[in-house]
């Protein structure tokens, strides 16, 4: 699944069709009437958290890459059939495997930008309000929820909290708060890392808890266990990485 950082590269790309008219629009998207963006102006390229938003005057195209979900631009993948496809005078984007919504009106309305960790509005204070209330949550589901950490994905939440020394199964409530401060910076911090070695391909090789078997800190083994309410892979050391329940 595409995390926040790779939603922000796709906004890069695409910026060279901002103005432009869609000329031509197929694809295999049951939920929108495509046919509506026919003749119409991108007014702008938005993104939050894991969605990607073509903005359209009075309306706005909301893609979502969900786990399998994908793009390219200007060259179709083989024998695929895109579930959205626009084209303009300079260029073709062909979106795969994606959930496509349209969203009426203002598309600030349907957003707090402030709940994205990539976006100048990103507040680390509200963040932390909705980590209080939910004290008995663990900080590894609590950095999946998009509500509190748009953008951040697995691999995010693993290498935070590698970072930072904390148990993905520890309890919000029992994690001092200033070790939440540097969870929450991290958020940020790292997902801005993520990009930055993703626009120069060497996002894999900085790794240093997702996908490892050996820790760097302490030459240990790196535990792989699926955890938290929706199960996802959780890669950490049990002697850098302390548990608070
Ligand atoms: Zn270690």
């Given at each position: 699944m595409p995390e926040g950082p790779s939603i922000v590269l796709l906004k890069e790309e695409t910026i060279q069709f901002?103005?432009?008219?869609?000329l031509a629009v197929s694809g295999n998207t049951q939920t929108i009437e495509k046919?509506?963006?026919?003749?119409k102006k991108v007014l702008e390229f938005k993104s939050w958290g894991k969605h990607f938003l073509i903005c359209f005057n009075g309306f706005t195209v909301r893609i979502h890459f969900l786990l399998f979900g994908s793009y390219t631009i200007n060259t179709?993948?083989?024998?695929?059939?895109?579930?959205?496809?626009?084209?303009?005078?300079?260029g073709e984007i062909f979106f795969y495997a994606c959930s496509v919504r349209i969203l009426e009106g203002d598309v600030n309305d349907y957003y707090d930008w402030s709940g994205d960790v990539l976006n100048d509005a990103w507040d680390p204070k509200k963040a932390k309000e909705?980590?209080?209330?939910?004290p008995k949550a663990l900080i590894?589901?609590?950095?999946?929820?998009?509500?509190?950490?748009?953008?951040?994905?697995?691999?995010i939440k693993n290498e935070v909290l590698y970072r930072v020394g904390v148990h993905p199964e520890s309890k919000n409530g029992k994690i001092p708060g200033i070790k939440m401060n540097?969870?929450?910076?991290?958020?940020?911090?790292?997902?801005?890392?993520f990009l930055n070695w993703k626009r120069q391909y060497v996002l894999r090789?900085?790794?240093?808890?997702?996908?490892?078997?050996?820790?760097?800190?302490?030459?240990?083994?790196?535990?792989?266990k699926h955890t938290g309410l929706n199960s996802r892979r959780s890669f950490f050391c049990t002697k850098d990485q302390?548990?608070?329940v």
């Open positions: 901002t103005g432009r008219k869609v046919e509506r963006l026919l003749n179709p993948k083989e024998n695929r059939v895109p579930r959205l496809y626009l084209r303009f005078t300079n909705k980590i209080k209330a939910i590894c589901d609590t950095l999946l929820n998009q509500e509190i950490f748009a953008g951040v994905g697995n691999i540097k969870i929450i910076y991290e958020a940020r911090n790292y997902s801005f890392d090789k900085n790794w240093l808890a997702h996908a490892k078997t050996v820790c760097q800190k302490c030459g240990g083994r790196i535990i792989k302390k548990l608070y």
